[in-house]
């Protein structure tokens, strides 16, 4: 079990409308809710969208380029390892007012 710190940063204009783009797209959002609870591999990913697993690599890479999720290493029963994906952030809100949309996001350290 791990111990996470949460922490809010600061974006610029660009990072946030990149997060916004990669949210929109419904692969995406089901990628990050279901590594939100643990770590999970491209093929269990995979597995629970509707997507092929070339399409499901291009989202993670989407989501890790947007620093919505990060790359670890889960190692088996067996001891073998295996490349898994984990949600990096715990809450994102998005406020639209006179100054545009701004976005603030609340990470989550381990």
């Not at 949460?6 to 929109?24: F, H, I, M, P, Y």
């Amino acid at each position: 079990m791990s111990t996470k710190t949460s922490n809010t940063r600061s974006e610029t204009a660009t990072e946030q409308t990149v997060k916004l783009d990669v949210l929109g797209d419904e692969c995406a959002r089901t990628i990050l809710v279901a590594t939100s609870d643990g770590p999970k591999t491209a093929k269990e990913l995979t597995d629970r969208t509707d997507s092929s697993s070339a399409t499901v690599y291009r989202r993670i890479n989407n989501l890790l380029e947007s620093d919505l999720l990060a790359e670890c290493v889960r190692f088996d029963d067996d001891g073998s390892h295996t490349t898994a994906y984990e949600a990096t952030v715990d809450t994102i809100h998005v406020t639209v007012g006179s100054d545009g949309i701004e976005i603030t996001a609340t990470y989550s350290d381990g």
